[in-house]
């Protein structure tokens, strides 16, 4: 995934990404007094793509993580699962929170919030979100990066 991320984000325009990598326990499992997945699993990944000179850094904290990369420490995170990675995009700026596919032969861009059933044909949904993917997929597809 480390792989994928960073020749991604390098071809949207970001040379050399750093990448910062969250832990899945706590505390990034406090040394492993709650949980050894990073000792055992997260660290050895990173180590693996940093011997491919890929920047990649943690396991961190997610709860530290993400404030750094709102402050720009990281120019994209790697979280270990869906909603850890979505509350904090949620929470900073949900009107313009995207989802963008790596991997694909192609550009693919989506709205983060979902199908919004319950709001539908009530003609409250505002349009922010599928703004921005298709800002964001516009300009991946035309060079322009992120």
């Known amino acids: 995934m480390l792989e994928l991320i960073h020749t991604s984000i390098e071809e949207w325009g970001i040379p050399s990404p750093k990448i910062g990598v969250a832990s899945i326990n ?9 949980g050894t997945e990073e000792q055992m699993e997260i660290q050895p990944a990173i180590e693996a793509a940093r011997n491919k000179n890929i920047n990649a850094v943690g396991p961190i904290s997610s709860d530290i993580l993400f404030h750094q990369a709102i402050q720009g420490v990281y120019d994209v995170t790697l979280a270990m699962y869906h909603d850890q990675g979505h509350i904090p ?7 313009k929170s995207i989802s963008a596919n ?6 693919r861009t989506s709205v983060d919030h979902g199908t919004a059933f319950d709001i539908a044909g009530l003609g409250i949904a505002q349009p922010k ?17 992120l």
């Open 26 to 34: 706590p505390h990034a499992g406090d040394g492993g007094l709650l």
């Open 89 to 95: 995009v949620k929470v900073y700026g949900f009107e």
């Open 102 to 107: 790596l991997g694909l032969p192609f550009v």
């Open 129 to 145: 979100s599928m703004i921005e993917a298709i800002t964001v997929a516009v300009a991946l597809c035309t060079g322009k990066g």
